[in-house]
């Protein structure tokens, strides 16, 4: 298997555009979580999906931020519109039946 | 916050030393993980401990976990220059939400 699958891989972006990100998760995995990462503070917790269901948002910074799974193999994550404190490394990852999380390469966002 | 603390925050050690790490966390738990993440690069999984568990040996690594302290450690022996590396504790809820701390940046000089 190719792993967890993030597109793309740099973006950079002017302020107030929309950004798309893009995750395909592992064949056969029932979860996927999306991260972002930052010097201050670390690898937060956006959102988690099982079985293609949004189970917890609560990381969700604001409604500017959204997430879908339309199906197994492919997830979203879409800020709209971007700010600079937006800026960061998201990271998607996937699991089965809960265990160990595989994560992608991430997809480092600079909005200016 | 969720999220786990990592101490040190950073550690330099001689190549052949052994390495440990610390974790400690607020919430109950399901399992505890530890990752390391390379550079510019994602995080891989190293090692999973149940929390029924109190020790666990993969290799050079050793992890423990006390409950009652809410606290882990990673014990990295024989370290090599390879293993220079950020490393992170994740804490797995019964909700299944891992929350990952703050890491530890391990530089390992040849």
């Known amino acids: 298997d190719a792993g967890v699958i993030q597109s793309p891989r740099h973006e950079v972006t002017e302020m107030g555009q929309e950004v798309t990100l893009r995750c395909k998760p592992i064949?056969?995995?029932?979860?996927l979580f999306w991260y972002r990462q930052t010097m201050m503070r670390g690898l937060e917790l956006l959102i988690y999906?099982?079985?293609?269901?949004?189970?917890?948002d609560s990381g969700m910074p604001e409604d500017r931020f959204s997430a879908k799974m339309p199906n197994a193999s492919f997830s979203t994550l879409k800020i709209q519109p971007s700010e600079p404190r937006d800026s960061a490394v998201y990271f998607c990852?996937?699991?089965?039946?809960?265990?160990?999380?595989?994560f992608g390469s991430g997809t480092q966002l600079s909005v200016l | 916050s969720q999220q786990g603390e990592e101490d040190p925050q950073a550690l330099s050690i001689q190549e052949g030393e052994n390495a440990t790490m610390n974790c400690s966390y607020k919430?109950?738990?399901?399992?505890l993980q530890w990752y390391r993440q390379n550079s510019g690069r994602g995080l891989v999984h190293l090692i999973l401990?149940?929390?029924?568990?109190r020790e666990k040996h993969s290799g050079r690594l050793r992890v423990t976990l006390d409950t009652s302290k809410k606290s882990s450690s990673l014990l990295i022996t024989a370290s090599r220059a390879a293993d220079t590396a950020s490393y992170f504790c994740?804490?797995?809820?019964?909700?299944?939400?891992?929350?990952f701390g703050t890491g530890t940046s391990l530089t390992v000089i040849p």
């Open positions: 990852a996937s699991s089965e039946f809960d265990e160990k999380l595989f």
């Open positions: 064949s056969g995995h029932n979860s």
């Open positions: 999906f099982n079985n293609n269901v949004p189970i917890d």
């Open positions: 919430t109950s738990i399901n399992n």
């Open positions: 401990i149940r929390s029924n568990e």
């Open positions: 994740a804490t797995v809820n019964t909700g299944n939400q891992f929350y």
